[in-house]
T-cell receptor
Framework: DAKTTQPNSMESNEEEPVHLPCNHS???????IHWYRQLPSQGPEYVIH???SNVNNRMASLAIAEDRKSSTLILHRATLRDAAVYYC??????????????FGQGTILTVHP | EAQVTQNPRYLITVTGKKLTVTCSQN?????MSWYRQDPGLGLRQIYY???????DKGDVPEGYKVSRKEKRNFPLILESPSPNQTSLYFC?????????????FGPGTRLTVT
């Protein structure tokens, strides 16, 4: 899987929007961009994924740059429950990695009351 | 409720005593895998299974065995645990392979080998 780069940590205040960036300059044309998060003492949790177009779901929005070399996970109103480690992961369509998610160090998001 | 379950959640054992960590999913997913998480090393895949009776090694398979006799279950077996297998273990499942599918993780099993 291609490599992603994320900031080590970010901070936000409760009820403010949070923009978590991810760089993936070596992304291939068939790589999906996935975001997962891991709350303290829990397993990773799927957040959102996309290929080319921006995506929205009940948890977050994903904004994908036109050249696909970067993306941004947007939490529209951060809550204390959103404090977690956020992972940006690229997943290809071919079978060579057979579903393995390659987790980097992720971004530690701290939300202040 | 769609979920991945693991048992036990916590386990303390001694070196060499065989143990099994069970994993079960109720989503009829074809793909299942095991990861371990260690400080500073992140999550690393141990084994995966693309379907019943089809398993293969991940990045760190040494010291572990798996089996997939039923679609819903994917147990992780440590035949002779050692202290370096002390870790937090996660089971995961997914509908199929390819980048479009999301992966579901279990709550984790914290294993301590003394």
């Amino acid at each position: 899987d291609a490599k992603t780069t994320q900031p080590n940590s970010m901070e936000s205040n409760e009820e403010e929007p949070v923009h978590l960036p991810c760089n993936h300059s070596t992304i291939s044309g068939t790589d999906y961009i996935h975001w997962y998060r891991q709350l303290p003492s829990q397993g990773p949790e799927y957040v959102i994924h996309g290929l080319t177009s921006n995506v929205n779901n009940r948890m977050a929005s994903l904004a994908i740059a036109e050249d696909r070399k970067s993306s941004t996970l947007i939490l529209h109103r951060a809550t204390l429950r959103d404090a977690a480690v956020y992972y940006c992961i690229l997943r290809g369509m071919d079978g060579t990695s057979y579903g393995k998610l390659t987790f980097g160090q992720g971004t530690i998001l701290t939300v202040h009351p | 409720e769609a979920q991945v379950t693991q048992n036990p959640r916590y386990l303390i054992t001694v070196t060499g005593k065989k143990l099994t960590v069970t994993c079960s999913q109720n989503m009829n997913h074809e793909y299942m895998s095991w990861y371990r998480q260690d400080p500073g090393l992140g999550l690393r895949q141990i084994y995966y299974s693309m379907n019943v009776e089809v398993t293969d090694k991940g990045d760190v398979p040494e010291g572990y065995k798996v089996s997939r006799k039923e679609k819903r279950n994917f147990p992780l077996i440590l035949e002779s645990p050692s202290p370096n297998q002390t870790s937090l273990y996660f089971c995961a499942s997914r509908l199929g392979q390819g980048g479009v599918y999301e992966q579901y993780f279990g709550p984790g099993t914290r294993l301590t080998v003394t």
